[in-house]
């Protein structure tokens, strides 16, 4: 069974700060890997998804995650964060022979202090 | 497009009685998703939908629990009776026809559920 660990429940960052949230998986098979944002009182909006191909996937705002097989990582970072990053963070893991389920982390808080 | 639309938004009632959480997929999505958040154990997935038939229902938490979609525009979640470890938000999402897993799930705003 597939699992998802996000190792920081809450990350306080500066403006225009850089921030890394962290998200490690388990499978036993190949897996589709995703980052979801929940903004206060949303439901959640996806961010950005690897596949296949570049291990590097960017958002259009400005945020990129990495995806690593050897370390079964796949950590979502921002060079420079805004006000209206603060939100809830989720990395999700699918498995492609599984085919539709997604098993989500805990979550990641950011809140984006001036 | 709308979205995806649930009802209502907010649902406060007292332990035993009958809820009903309603949820409108996309137009021309074939899958739908019914999660429960929660602090304790987050985003968990109670169960999903393929052309209106149940494929996985191993999430939902016990007998009290049931899901039905009718229709390609429509599906229920009810408990009953309720109690107020029900207490949560939950979502509806739908993914439209496609490859499957690659394809993005859109969620709904999402009920928030109190038990008194």
């Known amino acids: 069974a597939q699992s998802v660990t996000q190792l920081d429940s809450q990350v306080p960052v500066f403006e225009e700060a850089p921030v890394e949230l962290r998200c490690n998986y388990s499978s036993s098979v190949s897996v589709y890997l995703f980052w979801y944002v929940q903004y206060p009182n949303q439901g959640l909006q996806l961010l950005l998804k690897?596949?296949?191909?570049?291990?590097l996937v960017e958002s259009i705002n400005g945020f990129e995650a990495e995806f690593n097989k050897s370390q079964t990582s796949f950590h979502l970072r921002k060079p420079s964060v805004h006000i209206s990053d603060t939100a809830e963070y989720f990395c999700a893991v699918s498995e492609i022979a599984a085919g539709n389920k997604l098993t989500f982390g805990g979550g990641t808080r950011v809140l984006v202090k001036p | 497009d709308a979205g995806v639309i649930q009802s209502p938004r907010h649902e406060v009632t007292e332990m035993g009685q009958e809820v009903t959480l309603r949820c409108k997929p996309i137009?021309?999505?074939?899958?739908l998703f019914w999660y429960r958040q929660t602090m304790m154990r987050g985003l968990e997935l109670l169960i999903y939908?393929?052309?209106?038939?149940?494929?996985?229902d191993s999430g939902m938490p016990e007998d009290r629990f049931s899901a039905k979609m009718p229709n390609a525009s429509f599906s229920t979640l009810k408990i009953q009776p309720s109690e107020p470890r029900d207490s949560a938000v939950y979502f509806c999402a739908s993914r439209s026809p496609g490859q499957g897993a690659t394809d993005t799930q859109y969620f709904g705003p999402g009920t928030r559920l109190t038990v008194l």
């Open positions: 690897y596949l296949s191909g570049s291990t």
């Open positions: 939908f393929n052309n209106n038939v149940p494929i996985d």
């Open positions: 137009s021309g999505h074939n899958s």
